[in-house]
């Protein structure tokens, strides 16, 4: 400020000025030091670089990529622009684009770190199983050899392995967000009259996480429990942003700020118990926990694997997640509640009944169903699914298609497959009540292997349609497992995929048999754990209540139990 003071026209320092405005996460103030820097200097590909990333974080993704192929079009062989492309891409769907700009920065920069494993993912996502075979061996590869080969997302959907799965975190944390003792160990506390408790998202909002977790924070046990809610993503003002603001005894929206200034925010607020709602999804930031933002920190709901990461010291979960046998792939110390999935009892169905006619389905036929998104879809899940419908004369699947390159990918897939491409079905992005009530329309939901289904199953379920798993190794893989057990349907639980193709021809043949497991979950559901979120915010405030009494008494972290 003091340089642009002394010289107005002195672009270096605007441009300097906007890249620690930007890691201060000021966005709409880099981007604004960012512009004049190049009004200044307009052919300063750098600052059209950085001026994209920042307006790619404040959420202007056509702005940002224009901001790019200006870098580009001054420097064409920028590989850092192509880059950089990729997101703000990904985010308005232009997956095709995507792709091209991932093989114009490889080609460049061969050697650029994590990218390899997002580009298997943007293919996933349109279902472009092209080399896919060749492609993951690679990444596993990579994994193994400790390269900066993906971040750790993506890689739940291509390995049911434990190993490799924390491998990939563990890479990640090493490089992008290892531990930060800049601001000092915090200090013992004394008990204290309640126990702190900080929720820390981007996703407060009509997202997943919050439509699982609203009714737990409202209910959360005001005479022993402060609830705090820190919030560094959009603020949408929608209907659940609202109801979520009131639910919490203080509302934070820290979006603003960078990860030290919220981790000083925290310590300072005397914050007992962070839960990290995020782990390693899209927008999270894990940097904020690197600085210990809270004696105790938890890894909770949004990212279905170990983060790999030491300063977390806990992981929320069940038997059926993570048995005894895999505890020593997760570097956190396992919470045992009954069921690990919270629930918002409070959701309503629409009144409406779709009609066949309406969704695109025939007028007959037995309808398979499954709204995971597309890049849960594995070449070895769609073989299984056509072997189903070649077996099931008349039966069609209805998927949702979150592209049109997706749709038009999974029906050259059944073609090949030798199953008619009209058996297919696309449904579109419904909301709230009106998707859940789409649910009734369909017979069985068929779900995904290794990346299960999570809020979607639970979708299906509250809606009153049975879910058919099949496990594997990984908590992502043993998802619907766990909900079916909180639901008292351990009978649509399989572990093999021949097992699961059976059981999906037997309950598609045997109208009687899948009718007495409708009848049992419509029983269940309003009885069963799984939805009963007074309970299930006991059982996580008895587990909240062990490892604060643990730290008060100065023993370590250990796996803790709750309830049976």
Known sequence: NKAVNIAPSYADAYFNRGVVLNELKQYKAAIESYDIAVAIEPDNAVAYLYCGIALSEFYQHQAAIDSFDKAIALKPDYAGAYFSRIAPLIALKQYEDAIASYGKAIAICPDSGFIFGQLIN????????????????????????????TTPFPFLALSSSLPLQRKAAENWV?????????????????????????????????HAVSVLTAELFETHD????????????????????IRLEAA???????????????????????????VDLAGFTTDSRTGIFAFKVAPLQVSYLGYPGTMGAGYIDYMIADKTLVPKESRQHYAEKIIYLPSFQANDSKRKLAARVYTREELGLPKTGF????????????????????RILRRVEGSVLFLYADNDLAATNLRKEAFQRDVDTNRLIFGKRLQGPDYLARYRIADLFLDTLPFNAGTTASDALWAGLPVLTCTGEAFASRMAASLLTAIDLPELITT???????????LATNPERLEAIKKKLERNRLTAPLFDTQLFTRHIEDAYTQMYERYLADLAPDHIYVGS
């Open 122 to 149: 943007i293919k996933m996502q349109i279902c472009d199983w092209s080399d896919a075979d060749n492609q993951i061996t690679e990444l596993v590869r990579k994994i193994q050899l400790a390269e900066k080969a």
């Open 174 to 206: 090493r490089e992008e967000c290892p531990a930060d003792d800049e601001l000092g160990n915090i200090p013992k506390r004394t008990r204290g009259e309640k126990i702190r408790i900080g929720y820390f998202s981007m996703d407060f909002r009509n």
């Open 222 to 241: 005001r005479d022993r429990f402060e609830i705090y809610a820190f919030s560094f993503g959009p603020d949408t003002k929608d209907e659940m942003r």
């Open 248 to 274: 919490f005894d203080r509302f934070m929206d820290v979006r603003d700020k960078s990860d030290r200034e919220i981790a000083e925010l925290a310590r300072q607020m005397g914050i007992d118990i962070a």
């Open 367 to 386: 309808v398979f169903c499954c709204f995971n998104n597309n890049y849960k879809i594995t070449p070895n899940t769609f073989d299984g699914w056509m």
């Open 496 to 506: 093999t995929q021949e097992d699961y193709e059976a059981l999906a021809i037997e």
